[in-house]
């Protein structure tokens, strides 16, 4: 069964299964102990920090392991905004982060901090000049992830590394997603990594603080890992995570070659083969295994139990908010179609075969999903009656994505040019999915109004 959720979580590499295994028998003991098991366990933990210190491009000295990736996230801006408050409250961090750091900034607003959101263009990228306009005499920390989960849009760390230093202010890089294919661009104060994300063990995080970042680590203190991971160190899984980010980056380039031609077969071939599908995310500075694109008139949930069916495991936007009734944050700030969305990662060895088998089933797929919902099966119906209505009210309440927009299909072609259809909706996903429909058929979307539940959003046919 192809496996194409490595954004989530990669299989585990085999050197990683035999490091693990290996430092099982070896690594048992206490690393803080001075006796031979001690001894033993300190030199694999010290050659562990060594191996990952030298993928991340930092001293040793610099680089503890957590818990997690996400727990790595939540001490690095803890102990950074800490480190800081004499500066200021303020914090400053893309609109396309990942969930823990969105959780990490309502939590110090909470506690009286200041956050700014910086907002990202189309293509799901920061533009620089305007993330450089956010930083303020008072920001004690900015956050930008290199490459976005969902779409695998790069972010110009360099750029916005360059302007936080010219501000005094150190910047967070959350490098989670490209980790694996190589080092993050200079610029960056502190970083965090997760080990699943390249094909490591699951429970095993990276954080990174260079020398001279001004840091206090929250919470109560612990003689471990420099005092800033408290906590018994997972030994064995530490070991296999540092094996494995040396194979995978070993294996890096010639594999990022590989997947990103498929990658790009799937971009290409979707948009030929699946009628009113948009493909997002940057075409050109992206993840090489990652993609992602949302179909009209499709619940993204659905297309993913359809194609699990037919032995494909794909994930519908982040596997952080796909469970919820809300739009994926990304999509959202980004302004693009979020309903039938799929994204598709690749792991290291994927097969082309593979590939080529899920261009073939997806069409259909996709075809037979929008007939069961009864989407319009062209851009505009046809007027049920030879006068058309002035303008028109579509009441979706209590009705969930898809199925505002696909009742604004339906009647957007019986009313005239000029005239306005109104869709009465109280699904989240309509706020971003009425506007991309929008975009995508060539009509005005006029803006959005409270109603009496809900909202009322209107639509201007142009054509």
Not at 36 to 49: F, K, P, T
Not at 297 to 320: A, I, P, Q
Not at 322 to 336: C, N
Request: hydrophobic fraction near 45%; glycine fraction near 10%.
């Amino acid at each position: 069964m192809p496996y194409f959720d490595a954004a989530s979580a990669a299989p585990l590499h085999p050197v990683a299964r035999q490091a693990l295994l290996a430092a099982l028998d070896e690594g048992w003991a206490d690393p803080a102990r001075l006796y031979r098991e001690g001894r033993r366990a300190r030199l694999l933990l010290d050659a562990a920090r060594e191996a990952a210190a030298e993928a991340v491009g930092c001293r040793p000295d610099e680089l503890v392991f957590t818990s997690s990736g996400t727990t790595a996230v939540h001490a690095g801006i803890a102990g950074a905004l800490s480190g800081r408050r004499r500066v200021g409250r303020h914090l400053a961090h893309s609109a396309v982060e990942h969930s823990s750091v969105l959780h990490a900034a309502a939590a110090h607003e909470a506690d009286g901090g200041s956050v700014t959101e910086v907002p990202v263009d189309r293509s799901g990228a920061v533009d620089p000049a305007v993330y450089g306009d956010a930083l303020r005499a008072d920001t004690a920390l900015a956050c930008l992830q290199s490459a976005n989960h969902e779409v695998g849009t790069e972010q110009p760390v360099a750029e916005v590394g360059a302007l936080c230093a010219e501000a005094g202010v150190p910047l967070l890089v959350d490098a989670a997603q490209s980790l694996g294919w190589g080092p993050v661009p200079a610029g960056w104060s502190l970083l965090t990594a997760s080990a699943h994300k390249w094909g490591g063990p699951a429970g095993v995080g990276l954080l990174a603080v260079r020398k001279g970042v001004r840091f206090a680590p929250r919470g109560p203190a612990g003689e471990r890992e420099s005092g800033r991971a408290p906590g018994f160190e997972n030994l064995p899984a530490i070991v296999a995570a540092a094996a494995s980010l040396r194979a995978v980056r070993a294996e890096a380039a010639a594999e990022a070659v590989r997947l990103r031609a498929l990658v790009d077969r799937v971009r290409s071939v979707v948009a030929e083969r699946v009628p009113d599908v948009e493909v997002v995310g940057d075409p050109e500075r992206r993840l090489p295994h990652l993609v992602t694109f949302s179909c009209l008139y499709v619940d993204g949930e659905t297309l993913l139990h359809e194609l699990d069916r037919r032995e494909f495991s794909v994930s519908s936007g982040s596997s952080c908010t796909s469970s919820t009734l809300t739009p994926s944050h990304v999509l959202r700030a980004m302004g693009v179609l979020s309903e039938g969305n799929i994204r598709v990662s690749l792991p290291p060895g994927t097969a082309g075969a593979d590939v080529d088998r899920f261009l073939e089933v997806l069409p259909g797929v996709v075809a037979e999903v929008r007939e069961r919902l009864g989407a319009p099966a062209a851009p505009l119906s046809p007027p049920r009656s030879p006068a058309p209505a002035a303008s028109l009210v579509v009441d979706a309440l209590g009705r969930r994505c898809p199925i505002p927009v696909i009742e604004l299909a339906k009647v957007i072609g019986e009313v005239p040019v000029g005239a306005t259809v109104t869709v009465l909706a109280d699904d989240e996903a309509a706020r971003l999915d009425i506007p991309a429909w929008c975009e995508m058929r060539g009509q005005e979307y006029v803006g959005e109004e409270p109603a009496d539940r809900g909202s009322a959003y209107m639509v201007r046919r142009l054509g």
